[in-house]
């Protein structure tokens, strides 16, 4: 009798337990899960694309940050790449302001997220204290930002690289230049035409390793969304579209506009990806060029391999709603 009383004791004491264990995994932030519609490539570099996304967990952004989470498990992502305005609506005061950990730390809370992330920074950002976000680099493993403008090289299996540049591109974006501009302290103590030599001369490397170039920036060359006709928009076009093309960029990153859009004009090397929705969503059109466009909140991921670039849009429910692929001409 007394061995049957134990073994229920502890039967129930099992699953008590169980329920608790399963609990606390939910409570940690534990995600899981996989997006098995998602691709890859052989022998590939594989990495998420994001943007415009620090708003307290609210809006769309704890549920594209699940998805994210599946979508980097599935693809056994390397990286992330975050396009800017990484907390709204005035970035951060210093390393230590919440919203390091409401905005980020507390969402991207998957295992598979706990890899680098390369960040640029947004007109958001320009808002608080840029250094801070800089500095958070030396506190933090994953968040990468050496500085306003970086590059980054990697290696792909076949021994060929690609060539990364994160720019700072709110500097360039001409209506930001009023006095009254909440960012304009930040901005005139910019140079740019030193970030731009530096831009030119990083592209016009003779490294004949370097298979692949890509650009990351948070304003877009072009769009067909709410600033479509922006004369900021058209202007930064002509700053940099006709360089890009001069180095032969594959790609450029960005976000800014709030939707999910990839746009390659007639006559134009340079593919642009972007993907500004991370959080928050706009109702957004096309252009010439327009390859696709979304109005939902979501991410994109991509796998590159010394032939061929393939880009995946997935939206917030996990669904990837677009794919394209770029062979790297020879």
């Known amino acids: 009798m007394r061995n049957k009383i134990y073994s229920l004791f502890f039967l129930l004491l099992s699953i008590g337990g169980t ?28 990495f998420l694309l994001m943007g415009d996304f620090g708003r307290y967990g609210q809006f769309y952004q704890k549920k594209v940050a699940l998805q994210m989470g599946k979508a980097a498990a599935t693809i056994e992502s390397d990286f992330v ?46 808002r608080g204290n840029i250094q801070a976000e800089i500095d958070y680099s030396k506190l933090s493993r994953r968040w990468h930002m050496p500085a306003t403008y970086f590059s980054k090289t990697f290696e792909l299996k076949d021994g060929n690289k690609v060539l990364m540049l994160v720019m700072d591109t709110s ?40 298979k692949w ?33 001069k180095y032969k960029v594959d790609a450029y990153f960005c976000g800014h506009e709030h939707d999910l859009q990839i746009i390659k004009p007639e006559g134009r090397y340079t593919t642009q990806f972007l993907s500004g929705s991370a959080c ?32 995946q849009v997935v939206d917030a429910n996990g669904k990837v709603i677009y794919t394209t692929t770029i062979q790297k001409k020879k």
Do not use: C
Not at 228 to 238: A, G, R
């Open 81 to 126: 790449v975050a396009v800017g305005d990484n907390f709204y609506p005035n970035g951060v005061q210093s390393t230590q302001d919440y919203s390091w950990i409401a905005s980020f730390e507390q969402v991207y809370t998957d295992y598979s997220l706990q890899n680098p992330w390369y960040v640029a920074l947004g007109n958001h950002d320009y």
């Open 19 to 46: 329920a608790q264990q399963k609990e606390e995994i939910e409570l940690s932030g534990y995600q899981g899960g996989y997006i098995p519609e998602l691709q890859t490539l052989s022998k590939s570099l594989n």
């Open 280 to 311: 928050e969503v706009r109702p957004s059109g096309s252009r010439e060029g327009t390859l696709f466009v979304a109005e939902t909140a979501g991410f994109m991921t991509f796998a590159l391999n010394n032939a061929s670039l393939l880009a």
């Open 171 to 210: 500097p360039f974006i001409d209506s930001y230049y009023k006095k009254s501009s909440d960012m304009y302290e930040n901005l005139i103590v910019q140079d740019t035409t030193a970030q731009k030599k530096w831009i030119e001369k990083e592209l016009a490397t003779t490294d004949e390793t370097i």
């Open 213 to 245: 170039k890509i650009v990351v920036g948070h304003h877009p060359l072009y769009s067909g969304g709410k600033r479509k006709d922006n004369v900021d928009t058209k202007s930064f076009e002509n700053k940099f579209a006709d360089l890009f093309d």
